[in-house]
């Protein structure tokens, strides 16, 4: 056998992930900024945060990061967004076709992994296959944290789950959860907030209504994309992202805005 490759075996392999992974978690227990939700208003949001140098830490409880956005509507993956939503494919870098007019379609899995690239090449850290079950609250109820579990754990039927949570420190939270609005949930369970829950599907409301209610809705914490709409009582909008990234913007430029 001829051989290619360096003489690296198992424990060397095994060393360099448990090291370099311990590293990042240890520098990531306290953070400028946690996003919990990989999705697009998610991954846009931690772009706009980490671009000016600040540690921004995105929560999946997935093990794949980009949520609806690489699968589209129905199994068919192309995604749509609408005027001028378009300008931010142009950011990072997804070519487009106009289907119809101020309507435009690009390949789901090309603009995932484009934005996924986007985050991690303006330094976004992630954790997947994580869980919020509980939020860290301070002085006023303020929003300090999360605390957080292995999705596995957290799936396992409670008679067999015995794992403590860890909790991680931050200054600002971001709920990219989607349709479950997590984080905000986590504070209606103590009273402090009563979700709406999202409105049935209206395409030319909810796109603008989504950007527009994007905001901080308690101390210490922000809401972007569908979260907005759970959040709210907003319509939903279906299978067209242009406002999860045009949310994901907002969200991040807020959070910048607090940083200060």
Same mark, same amino acid.
């Given at each position: 056998?001829?051989?290619?490759?360096?003489?690296?075996?198992?424990?060397?392999?095994?060393?360099?992930?448990?090291?370099?992974?311990?590293?990042?978690?240890?520098?990531?227990? !306290?953070?400028?900024?946690?996003?919990?939700?990989?999705? %697009?208003?998610? =991954?846009?949001?931690?772009? $706009? &945060?980490?671009?000016? @140098?600040?540690?921004?830490?995105?929560?999946?409880?997935?093990?794949?990061?980009?949520?609806?956005?690489?699968?589209?509507?129905?199994?068919?993956?192309?995604?749509?967004?609408?005027?001028?939503?378009?300008?931010?494919?142009?950011?990072?870098?997804?070519?487009?076709?106009?289907?119809?007019?101020?309507?435009?379609?690009?390949?789901?899995?090309?603009?995932?992994?484009?934005?996924?690239?986007?985050?991690?090449?303006?330094?976004?850290?992630?954790?997947?296959?994580?869980?919020?079950?509980?939020?860290?609250?301070?002085?006023?109820?303020?929003?300090?944290?999360?605390?957080?579990?292995?999705?596995?754990?957290? !799936?396992?039927?409670?008679?067999?789950?015995?794992?403590? %949570?860890?909790? =991680?420190?931050?200054?600002? $939270? &971001?709920?990219?959860? @989607?349709?479950?609005?997590?984080?905000?949930?986590?504070?209606?369970?103590?009273?402090?907030?009563?979700?709406?829950?999202?409105?049935?599907?209206?395409?030319?409301?909810?796109?603008?209504?989504?950007?527009?209610?994007?905001?901080?809705?308690?101390?210490?914490?922000?809401?972007?994309?569908?979260?907005?709409?759970?959040?709210?009582?907003?319509?939903?909008?279906?299978?067209?992202?242009?406002?999860?990234?045009?949310?994901?913007?907002?969200?991040?430029?807020?959070?910048?805005?607090?940083?200060?």
């Amino acid at each position: 056998m001829k051989k290619i490759f360096s003489k690296v075996g198992e424990k060397e392999v095994t060393r360099a992930i448990v090291e370099e992974f311990a590293k990042q978690f240890l520098d990531y227990v !306290e953070s400028d900024c946690i996003i919990v939700g990989g999705g %697009p208003s998610g =991954l846009m949001a931690g772009s $706009v &945060i980490s671009k000016k @140098g600040n540690k921004v830490l995105i929560i999946e409880r997935n093990n794949y990061l980009g949520g609806g956005f690489w699968l589209g509507g129905y199994l068919m993956n192309m995604i749509t967004v609408r005027d001028p939503a378009q300008k931010m494919l142009d950011k990072i870098g997804v070519p487009y076709r106009e289907s119809s007019k101020s309507l435009y379609v690009a390949d789901g899995p090309h603009a995932c992994s484009k934005l996924i690239a986007y985050a991690c090449d303006r330094g976004v850290k992630f954790a997947n296959m994580t869980m919020v079950n509980d939020v860290v609250l301070r002085e006023k109820n303020r929003v300090c944290g999360v605390v957080i579990n292995w999705t596995p754990v957290e !799936e396992l039927p409670r008679g067999l789950a015995c794992v403590d %949570p860890v909790a =991680l420190e931050t200054k600002i $939270v &971001i709920d990219a959860t @989607g349709h479950d609005a997590t984080v905000v949930k986590k504070l209606e369970e103590r009273g402090i907030i009563k979700l709406k829950g999202e409105g049935a599907m209206w395409i030319e409301q909810s796109e603008d209504l989504v950007v527009e209610y994007t905001s901080e809705v308690h101390p210490g914490l922000i809401v972007c994309g569908m979260s907005v709409s759970a959040t709210f009582g907003l319509p939903r909008m279906g299978p067209t992202f242009g406002s999860m990234l045009l949310s994901g913007e907002k969200a991040g430029n807020l959070v910048l805005e607090k940083l200060k």
